[in-house]
């Protein structure tokens, strides 16, 4: 089925907006605009894999779901991208990036003895803007693993990307494998108060915790020990009692149902702007 539409200009779906001259897209799904990009049951009960193919003009940074799987030249000096099948997912949580952005890559979060896998870790930020996310990239190791160990649930999507989006409407949205973020939500420089750190950390902690959210049952009690547990890694507290190893707050129901036969394509040719 051929879609298409234009870019959204209110921050919704995928939308384009402009910063010191320059467009960048983005997307902000939540909770019902992915319809607004492509044809979709866009209702949270129903879970789809979704692959990804963007074409975009050289030179444009791009980032999905999914890690890159194939990139390969096209016409008109545009380039396709073929991103990796999602597990199933809802399509508010589904994500894509294009623009000139800076971006940073950090070291992979080591394995652990929840996963096998170390995931990839990712930061992208307006032009200009890149050594803004270090401080961010730097702690987001430690938030995963204690994470995983408190809640007895493993990271489940295979790379993780932070993005500080040019332009958002909310503090950030934990899309899948590419988490979005307001700027002042996601960059630190040395201008940034203390007051703003603790706020970008307790943000942080939270949307990175967002998989376990979703399983334990109980948003409230993991979003109270995120933002608390996230102010205090800057207070250099280590000492976290109720990290317990092997304790669960919930079910994980659905986690490793087989997934439904629709695989939907989204296929975009944004412009050069």
């Not at 990796?84 to 952005?101: C, D, E, F, N, W």
């Not at 190893?245 to 490793?256: A, E, K």
């Amino acid at each position: 089925m051929e879609y298409t539409a234009p870019y959204d200009r209110n921050l919704a779906g995928l939308y384009k907006v402009e910063q010191a001259g320059r467009p960048y897209l983005v997307t902000q799904m939540e909770a019902y605009d992915a319809r607004k990009m492509f044809v979709s049951f866009d209702e949270p009960r129903f879970k789809t894999p979704y692959s990804l193919t963007v074409t975009a003009p050289v030179g444009m940074a791009i980032a999905a779901n999914g890690a890159l799987e194939a990139k390969d030249d096209a016409e008109g000096g545009m380039v396709r991208y073929t991103f990796k099948t999602t597990r199933p997912i809802q399509s508010y949580l589904v994500a894509l990036m294009v623009g000139p952005y800076d971006s940073m890559t950090a070291a992979p979060i080591p394995a652990s003895d929840l996963r096998a896998e170390p995931i990839p870790l990712r930061g992208f930020a307006a032009a200009g803007k890149g050594a803004q996310l270090r401080d961010a990239l730097d702690v987001t190791d430690e938030m995963v693993d204690w994470q995983e160990t408190y809640f007895d649930y493993p990271y489940p999507y295979g790379k993780l990307d932070l993005i500080a989006a040019a332009d958002f409407a909310y503090g950030a949205m934990e899309n899948a494998g590419a988490i979005v973020y307001r700027e002042a939500a996601l960059l630190i420089d040395d201008k940034t108060s203390l007051a703003r750190r603790r706020a970008i950390y307790s943000t942080h902690a939270q949307r990175t915790g967002a998989p376990a959210v979703r399983q334990s049952g109980d948003a409230r009690l993991v979003g109270r020990y995120l933002a608390e547990r996230g102010s205090r890694h800057l207070d250099g507290d280590q000492d976290d009692e109720r990290r317990r190893p092997g304790r669960r707050l919930g079910s994980h129901p659905g986690v490793d149902q087989p997934p439904p036969p629709c695989q939907p394509t989204a296929l975009l040719h944004p412009p050069d702007p």
